[in-house]
């Protein structure tokens, strides 16, 4: 699934649009490893989604920092965007949050390398250091904890604030705890190496099968894939419930009135359909009108 636009509504930016970004993945947990609590939820420079590129870059970073400083409050974490309400709203109405992020901090390509250098080790090994990018400290609910011990959730879900003139992050409204990262088949939000990544799927395959143009979204190919495996299937149900009647009605079990009736059962359940037909007398006289 690709990445959907939210037009923003009072959000008293102007020319800004939401695009609730499925992917930053909260990464794989040994089992009885603490949570993670320092996460990259957007990565450094030209980031690809279904609705288009942006970027991330240290003068819109600086921009989202300082709103979120301003603001002088904690950005929830929840669960499937349900705080964006509308289409993402729970059945229930509620948004839980399943964590906070109380601190946002920008790593820049010269800042890695910088921490990359001054962090070799007595036996000159350089530890591990955060990659470019927009990242966040995050303190979770119990419940969240859980989910996240249990491999419940693995992937995180920013809503980004962009500025449509430039296609610049200018802010971050809110992140999501998901299991449908929406960028397939493209560069995630991820600090990860996509050709060894086996949930990253090159669609170009599946688009040509369905002979569809470069300028059809993943979501679109996917829908299409999911149409065009349902008609087959039930072209393949119409085969076997036809002949099956076809069957009955050559043993004689089957007179005309009930063909339909036959056909439903068939196309409705071929096993009873087959009990049906074991236990069904002769109706019709065969060799005779």
Not at 91 to 110: E, K
Not at 144 to 160: F, I, N, T
Not at 251 to 278: C, N, S, T, V
Request: aromatic share 4%.
């Amino acid at each position: 699934m690709t990445a959907s636009a939210i037009q923003s509504r009072g959000s008293g930016v102007q020319g800004v649009e939401r695009i609730a970004l499925e992917a930053a993945r909260i990464g794989t947990l040994d089992d009885g490893a603490a949570s993670p609590t320092r996460m990259l939820i957007v990565p450094w420079g030209e980031v690809r989604s279904a609705n288009g590129h942006f970027v991330v870059d240290a003068d819109g970073a600086a921009q989202a920092i300082g709103q979120f400083t301003a603001h002088g409050a904690d950005l929830p974490v929840d669960y499937e965007h349900q705080t964006l309400g509308g289409m993402y709203a729970s059945p229930n109405g509620q948004a839980p949050a399943a964590g906070w992020i109380t601190r946002l901090h920008l790593v820049t390509p010269d800042s890695e390398a910088e921490a990359s250098a001054n962090a070799a080790g007595p036996e000159g090994d350089a530890t591990t250091t955060d990659s470019p990018g927009l990242w966040a400290d995050v303190t979770w609910t119990e419940d969240a904890l859980q989910h996240l011990a249990a491999r419940r959730y693995r992937y995180l879900s920013p809503v980004a604030l962009i500025r449509k003139s430039d296609r610049r992050l200018i802010g971050v409204h809110s992140v999501a705890l998901t299991n449908k990262p929406a960028i397939v088949g493209m560069t995630p939000v991820v600090n990860r190496d996509a050709a060894t990544d086996p949930s990253i799927i090159d669609l170009t395959p599946l688009k040509s099968v369905l002979r569809l143009d470069d300028s059809i979204c993943d979501e679109a190919i996917i829908a299409g894939a999911v149409s065009r495996v349902r008609e087959l299937e039930r072209r393949e149900c119409e085969r076997v419930a036809d002949r099956r009647v076809e069957t009955a009605s050559r043993a004689g079990k089957l007179a005309a009135p009930q063909r339909d009736w036959a056909h439903a059962l068939a196309m409705k359940d071929g096993d009873e359909f087959d009990r049906w037909m074991a236990s069904a007398p002769v109706v019709v006289s065969l060799g005779r009108t």
